[in-house]
């Protein structure tokens, strides 16, 4: 089983930004593995979940929704089981609760939520304008 934690949520004014941290690793042996998909989720009150960005542990080419990209962007610190998400020029739009999930996978990460199985608690993003 991988444990998956997300942290850095908060509160900010439109157009500042705010960095998420994954930090996920397998249970019983503390490491992460390059076949692991990482995904950030975000799910505003009433909506339904929609993926924001994923990427492999191992690293590639990541996945952006349209409507954070030149925005957001993913990065990695391998040594610390860490997946980061930097967001820059928020908007209020971008107000939701971010989630961090994980799945083995082989092909392009995955964008369904179900198609994820480890799932972290969320961390609150609030973007006031």
């Known amino acids: 089983d991988i444990r998956v934690g997300e942290s850095g949520g908060g509160s900010v004014q439109a157009g500042g930004s705010l960095k998420l941290s994954c930090e996920a690793s397998d249970k019983d042996t503390g490491r992460m593995y390059d076949w692991y998909c990482l995904a950030w989720f975000r799910q505003a009150p009433g909506k339904d979940r929609e993926a924001v960005a994923a990427?492999?542990?191992?690293?590639?080419?990541?996945y952006y929704t349209d409507s954070v990209k030149g925005r957001f962007a993913v990065s990695r610190n391998n040594a610390k089981n860490t997946l980061y998400l930097q967001m820059d020029n928020l908007k209020p739009e971008d107000t939701g609760k971010y989630f961090c999930?994980?799945?083995?996978?082989?092909?392009?990460?995955?964008?369904?939520?179900?198609?994820?199985?480890?799932w972290g608690q969320g961390t609150q993003v609030t973007v006031s304008s």
């Open positions: 990427v492999y542990f191992g690293g590639g080419v990541p």
């Open positions: 999930a994980a799945v083995s996978w082989s092909a392009d990460c995955p964008i369904r939520e179900y198609d994820y199985k480890y």
